[in-house]
């Protein structure tokens, strides 16, 4: 069974589901969150190492770049029913 090392102080087996945590990037056996997604197309991802690695990832994986559209379109759902409620002016 092949084994991951990660800065040299924890391993797992191949077979485990792989978390990566950086201070505001989430990955999951090597894919993005959905929260992250979202909050990357809201712009609210600041940190340059964080932004970086989710922009790489996205141009190398194709079921994470089509959850990213869905979560575009979901964020865009959504702020279109708080205009049209009105609930933007509150």
């Known amino acids: 069974m092949e084994t ?3 800065n040299s102080a ?3 087996d191949r077979d485990e589901a792989i978390v990566i945590d950086l201070p505001f990037v989430r990955l999951r056996a ?3 969150f959905d929260h992250d997604l979202e909050r990357y197309y809201l712009g609210m ?3 340059e190492k964080d932004l ?3 922009e ?3 141009l190398i994986c194709p079921e994470c770049i089509e959850r990213a559209y ?3 379109a979901y964020v865009d759902r959504i ?3 708080i205009i049209d409620a009105g609930l933007d002016m509150l």
């Open 4 to 6: 991951l090392t990660f």
């Open 10 to 12: 924890s391993t797992l």
């Open 30 to 32: 090597g894919h993005i």
């Open 45 to 47: 991802i600041g940190d």
């Open 52 to 54: 970086g690695v989710l």
């Open 56 to 58: 790489e990832h996205l």
């Open 70 to 72: 869905d979560s575009d």
């Open 79 to 81: 702020r279109a029913a």
